[in-house]
């Protein structure tokens, strides 16, 4: 089994900042993906941005420019650092995990969600 926590929301004004985090816990052999969704209101949930064991990311077009993705590999955490945040960018944030456990089972792991709030 693998529990992540999230952390970092909050709410923000537009052009502001924030950073979220994502720890990993639980017998865990290795991580491979790591990735942030979000969901607004009404909307399905979307990718935002993943990143793959070997430090290659990839963003939404929405977010390119604006958002980055990074991880700690001895600390099993992902982060997303958001600037230049706009009311668009208002949903609940999930991180997304792909591990390997000790028993050698492959986890798909979702986060609780941490919600993100641009507005004035």
């Known amino acids: 089994q693998v529990q992540l926590v999230e952390s970092g929301g909050g709410l923000v004004q537009p052009g502001g900042s924030l950073r979220l985090s994502c720890g990993a816990s639980g017998s865990i052999l290795s991580i491979n993906t790591m990735g942030w969704y979000r969901q607004a209101p009404g909307k399905e949930r979307e990718l935002v941005a993943v990143?793959?064991?070997?430090?290659?990311?990839n963003y939404a077009d929405s977010v390119k420019g604006r958002f980055t993705i990074s991880r700690d590999n001895a600390k099993n955490t992902v982060y997303l650092q958001m600037n230049s945040l706009k009311p668009e960018d208002t949903a609940v944030y999930y991180c997304?995990?792909?591990?390997?456990?000790?028993?050698?089972?492959?986890?798909?792991?979702w986060g609780q969600g941490t919600q993100v709030t641009v507005s004035s």
């Open positions: 990143i793959t064991s070997g430090g290659s990311a």
């Open positions: 997304n995990v792909d591990s390997t456990s000790t028993s050698r089972s492959r986890f798909l792991t």
